[in-house]
């Protein structure tokens, strides 16, 4: 059966100031009255149900969890004692995936992205699926085609087609998987067709993935079987605690995909965005600017010969006065107030500790 993980752990430091360690990216209502959290499980949920989704979060989050599906199900909620970057996080929900279902496939999903086209999201999940389990030993990511020479994302390049001309979508071999580039390979990449950005989803085999981190990462692996054990014993919150703490931080683009042989490319036709920047939401909101392309949200505006700015408060009632100014984007919230240009945004995150971006 299918089983859904989503991916709810991390702050989002380039949403700051709303985006934080008390309330990260992911539990924000960028879209309207559901946290972002929300909308990825109600997305899923008409193909997966409730009883096989689970959520991966830090511990200190799990009441943020709660505050979005007040009720919910203890057992479907994985607490991360400290933050492991996904490797972990991925490796701790197949074991938990595998104790119900020991055939289980895993669609692995970041808590924290827009995709309005649900029923389209959900085929191109059907498809992946399907993939799967004609090889069960298959690996497979969510490649979007670029719109926009983005340098904050990563890139996939694609290799040989490996599904028919009939098939609903195109599936690739991987030829390379490449970082973040700067903004003239960005621009290469967008021009020559063969390259995807990276969404950080995937579907596979539990068992695969856990295999394929015995293969690459034998201590990760190692580390979840005494914690898979400890299940038995009854010692989980000490062993977790313990061997979580110890285990080496990497993502799972790092620890795997890199690295393995068997992984496939499916071309998602769906639109989608990470919400990375705060000039996301030029995008997601899309048509709700005003005459001079100002956008917005949750606040009252007096602009004069001031064009193209983002501007969204916490109180609906406060009023931004800008005048002559071009490409701002400024965020206000209880606590604190960010102005900045967005070309600025686009290249830094704040360092809350330090006091600086």
Not at 11 to 33: C, H, M
Not at 191 to 199: I, L, P
Not at 258 to 277: C, H, K, Q, S
Request: hydrophobic residues 40%; aromatic residues 8%; negative net charge.
């Amino acid at each position: 059966m299918l089983h859904a993980v989503f991916l709810a752990g991390g702050v989002g430091k380039r949403l700051w100031p709303e985006s934080s360690e008390r309330r990260p990216k992911q539990f924000l209502k960028l879209l309207g009255d559901q946290t972002l959290l929300e909308t990825t499980a109600e997305r899923i949920e008409p193909m997966i149900p409730r009883e096989r989704q689970l959520i991966v979060t830090g511990q200190s989050m799990v009441p943020l969890v709660y505050e979005s599906f007040p009720g919910l199900d203890l057992n479907r909620i994985v607490a991360e004692p400290v933050g492991r970057n996904t490797a972990s996080s991925i490796g701790l929900a197949a074991i938990r995936v595998l104790r119900d279902d020991p055939d289980a496939t895993m669609v692995v999903l970041p808590a924290d992205q827009v995709i309005r086209q649900k029923q389209l999201f959900r085929e191109t999940i059907r498809f992946a699926a399907k993939l799967v389990e004609e090889e069960p030993g298959r690996l497979i990511t969510l490649g979007i085609k670029p719109t926009f020479p983005a340098s904050g994302y990563g890139y996939i390049e694609q290799n040989e087609r490996i599904t028919g001309p009939n098939d609903r979508f195109e599936a690739f071999s991987v030829k390379r998987f490449h970082e973040k580039p700067d903004r003239s390979q960005a621009e290469e990449f967008l021009a020559s067709g063969q390259f995807c950005w990276n969404a950080g989803i995937f579907v596979w085999k539990a068992r695969t993935i856990l295999e394929q981190l015995r293969h690459h990462e034998p201590e990760i692996a190692d580390r979840l079987d005494t914690i898979a054990s400890s299940v038995i014993r009854g010692d989980f919150p000490e062993i977790l605690e313990r061997e979580f703490a110890a285990m080496k931080k990497i993502s799972i683009d790092y620890a795997v995909l890199e690295r393995a042989e068997n992984i496939l490319v499916l071309n998602a036709e769906f639109d989608w965005d990470d919400v990375g920047t705060w000039t996301a939401l030029d995008r997601i909101h899309a048509g709700k600017h005003d005459a001079a392309g100002n956008l917005v949200l949750n606040a009252q505006l007096l602009a004069t010969d001031a064009r193209r700015n983002i501007v969204k408060s916490h109180d609906p009632n406060h009023v931004f006065a800008l005048v002559g100014v071009d490409d701002l984007v400024v965020i206000q919230t209880a606590e604190a107030t960010l102005i900045a240009k967005k070309g600025d945004i686009e290249r830094g995150e704040w360092r809350v500790g330090s006091g600086e971006w």
